[in-house]
């Protein structure tokens, strides 16, 4: 069993920056691909980013490319996301998630979801 847990959200200007860090325990998620999906309140759960097992493919939703960096470390069970950049329309509870393949995650199907972390882009 995983858990999954999410930190590092909180309030920010537009145009600013922030920094998730996901941290598994439990068990070792170094085999599994892991991501980043937001929701709002009334929408569905969106795709954000997606990183491969050894850190050297990622892939991101067109509206944060360029903005948005996924990292991971895989000896010490984390996953980050680098947000810069900050919009009002990024606003929502950021999910860190893993699962067992990218193009399964990147659809949302993942074997492990954290709790969630706040973020809010005020104007």
């Known amino acids: 069993q995983v858990q999954l847990v999410e930190s590092g959200g909180g309030l920010v200007q537009a145009g600013g920056s922030l920094r998730l860090s996901c941290a598994a325990t439990g068990r070792s998620v170094s085999y599994a691909v892991m991501g980043w999906f937001r929701q709002t309140t009334g929408k569905e759960r969106e795709f954000v980013a997606t990183i491969n097992w050894s850190g050297n493919t990622a892939f991101y939703a067109a509206s944060v490319k360029g903005r948005f960096t996924i990292s991971r470390d895989n000896a010490k069970n984390t996953v980050d996301l680098q947000m810069n950049s900050l919009k009002p329309e990024d606003t929502a509870v950021y999910y860190c998630?893993?699962?067992?393949?990218?193009?399964?995650?990147?659809?949302?199907?993942?074997?492990?979801w954290g709790q969630g972390t706040q973020v809010t882009v005020s104007t």
């Open positions: 998630a893993a699962g067992q393949t990218i193009s399964n995650l990147r659809i949302g199907v993942g074997d492990y």
